[in-house]
């Protein structure tokens, strides 16, 4: 079973900073699961939400601030709010990294900067999950390419995204623990998916994961999910 470290290791360090993403490394993570926006100047800029309000000092939305202008403000504990170009350069294909697409039009932009790191560094395509709980957007990448392996999100079970992930040949569905059964494991996996459980922080659903053969779990806690 996988360990994806959750925005990094968003339970022991500020989510989706580089620093969060230093300390999920410390723990061997296999992967590590950021968020990506579009600023108003068109980087991929990594945070969660699409209000600044919540993690940093900020206010209002990420799309109406050109990258500079975002770079002036800070998580609540002094931490900058990274490029995805930055975090492609710390990672630096020492384990696999799970894009989520979270903001609108993220898809195209994120497909092209991934690929220059592909062409030009260690990166390969077999680093990258690109998920997304906005399916319209795995299909847009599915336009353009087959290369990446596209992650399904859901909220609801895994019976449920079966038929988006039939549709767009997906690599993987996403489901909560929350919803998580063994037998939809099993469906899943029959059907040629990968199962990756979000968020999975308590020692015994981490055990129950495991018993149940799900593929990977994304977690706050890396340093204990084993």
């Avoid at 202008?69 to 990274?82: K, N, S």
């Avoid at 170009?85 to 697409?101: H, Q, W």
């Avoid at 039939?166 to 929350?178: G, K, R």
Wanted: include cysteine; glycine fraction near 6%.
């Amino acid at each position: 079973m996988k360990k994806y470290g959750h925005r990094g290791a968003a339970g022991l360090v500020a989510e989706n900073t580089l620093e969060s993403i230093k300390e999920a490394l410390i723990h061997d993570v296999d992967g590590i699961e950021i968020d990506v926006h579009c600023c108003k100047s068109s980087e991929l800029v990594v945070i969660h939400d699409e209000i600044l309000d919540r993690t940093t000092n900020g206010k209002g939305e990420v799309a109406g601030y050109a990258l500079q202008e975002l770079q002036q403000f800070t998580t609540h504990e002094g931490y900058a709010i990274p490029t995805l170009e930055e975090v492609l350069r710390l990672v630096d294909a020492r384990c696999e990294l799970n894009i989520e697409l979270k903001g609108n039009n993220t898809a195209k932009p994120t497909i092209k900067l991934v690929e220059t790191y592909i062409k030009n560094t260690n990166w390969t395509h077999d680093h990258f999950i690109i998920s997304s709980f906005d399916h319209s957007q795995l299909f847009q990448i599915k336009e353009i390419t087959s290369k990446f392996k596209l992650g399904v999100l859901t909220e609801e079970n895994i019976t449920k995204a079966l038929p988006v992930a039939n549709d767009l040949q997906a690599f993987s569905v996403h489901p909560p623990i929350t919803t998580l059964t063994k037998d939809e494991v099993a469906l899943a996996q029959k059907h040629g998916y990968k199962v990756y459980v979000w968020t999975v922080n308590q020692e015994m659903l981490i055990d129950q994961s495991k018993s149940w053969n799900v593929d990977g779990i994304i977690t706050d806690f890396p340093n204990f999910a084993v």
